[in-house]
C-alpha cells in the first residue's frame, strides 16, 4: 500500500483565491511526522510546513495551513491568497518513528498553476 | 537556516563514463544522508541511506554497484553514477540530517540537486 497518496496530478487556482491540496497517507505507527514541500521548475525543494501526529493544533506558516485530520488519516495543504510565485510542484511527506533520522515517504506530487 | 549543497549541479558525460556528485552540509555534522532519484514530472524516490563511517543501506532494486556512496566524513557524502548509461539520466537530490536539532520539523534538509544527462 502506499504510504502516502496525492490525488491531485494537478491543480488551477486564480491568483489571490485559496486552494486545498490533499494528501492521505498510511501508516501504524502511533508517532509520525508529515511534511508538505515545494519544487518550483528548478528543481529546489522548499519545506512548507510539518505537523507531528502528537500535535493537537493544525500547523500553520504564513500563507500556508496544513488541515489535519488524524481520523481520516489526511493531511491537507491549504494555500491562501495564492501568488504567481506559488505555481510549482507540491509534495507530501511522511516520516514514520520517532527517529529523525528515519527516511521520508514521498508522495507523486501535485501541479499547481496560479492563473492571472 | 541549514543548508546543504550539491555539486555539480548539471552534468554531461558520454555513455559508458562515471560521474560523481557531491552532497555537503555547509553549517552542520550530517550523519546521515539520503540519496534520491527524480524522474521528470515524478515524485522522489530514495536510493539509499548513507550514514557516516559506515557502508550504505540500498532501496530494494537500487545496485550497489552501480550506484556507489561514500559517506567519509560528517559533511560530505558523494554518489558515483558508474558506467553511466542514457537510462541513468535523472535529477538526483540528496538531504541530511542533523542529528543535534530535537524538534522533528527541520531536521532533514535538502540539496538543489544534479540533473545528470548521458548521452
Known amino acids: 500500500a502506499q504510504k502516502i497518496t496525492q490525488t491531485q496530478p494537478g491543480m488551477f487556482v486564480q491568483e489571490k483565491e485559496a486552494v486545498t491540496l490533499d494528501c492521505t497517507y498510511d501508516?501504524?505507527?502511533?508517532?509520525?511526522?508529515l511534511f508538505w514541500y515545494k519544487q518550483p521548475s528548478s528543481g529546489e525543494m522548499i519545506f512548507l510546513i510539518y505537523?507531528?501526529?502528537?500535535?493537537?493544533q493544525n500547523a500553520t506558516e504564513g500563507r500556508y495551513s496544513l488541515n489535519f485530520q488524524k481520523a481520516r488519516k489526511s493531511a491537507n495543504l491549504v494555500i491562501s491568497a495564492s501568488q504567481l510565485g506559488d505555481s510549482a510542484m507540491y509534495f507530501c511527506?511522511?516520516?514514520?518513528?520517532?527517529?529523525?533520522?528515519?527516511?521520508?515517504?514521498f508522495g507523486t506530487g501535485t501541479s499547481l498553476t496560479v492563473i492571472p | 537556516g541549514a543548508v546543504v549543497s550539491q555539486h555539480p549541479s548539471r552534468v554531461i558525460c558520454k555513455s559508458g563514463t562515471s560521474v560523481k556528485i557531491e552532497c555537503r552540509s555547509l553549517?552542520?555534522?550530517?550523519?546521515?544522508m539520503f540519496w534520491y532519484r527524480q524522474f521528470p514530472k515524478q515524485s522522489l524516490m530514495l536510493m539509499a541511506t548513507?550514514?557516516?563511517?559506515?557502508?550504505?543501506?540500498?532501496e530494494q532494486g537500487v545496485e550497489k554497484d552501480k550506484f556507489l556512496i561514500n559517506h567519509a566524513s560528517l559533511t560530505l557524502s558523494t554518489l558515483t553514477v558508474t558506467s553511466a548509461h542514457p537510462e541513468d539520466s535523472s535529477f538526483y537530490i540528496c538531504?541530511?540530517?542533523?542529528?543535534?536539532?530535537?524538534?522533528?520539523?527541520?531536521?532533514?534538509?535538502f540539496g538543489p540537486g544534479t540533473r545528470l544527462l548521458v548521452l
Open positions: 501508516t501504524s505507527d502511533p508517532s509520525y511526522g
Open positions: 548513507s550514514n557516516e563511517g559506515s557502508k550504505a543501506t540500498y
Open positions: 511527506a511522511m516520516r514514520e518513528g520517532r527517529n529523525t533520522g528515519n527516511q521520508f515517504y
Open positions: 538531504s541530511a540530517r542533523d542529528p543535534v536539532l530535537t524538534v522533528g520539523s527541520k531536521t532533514q534538509y
Open positions: 553549517d552542520f555534522q550530517a550523519t546521515t
Open positions: 505537523q507531528g501526529s502528537y500535535d493537537q
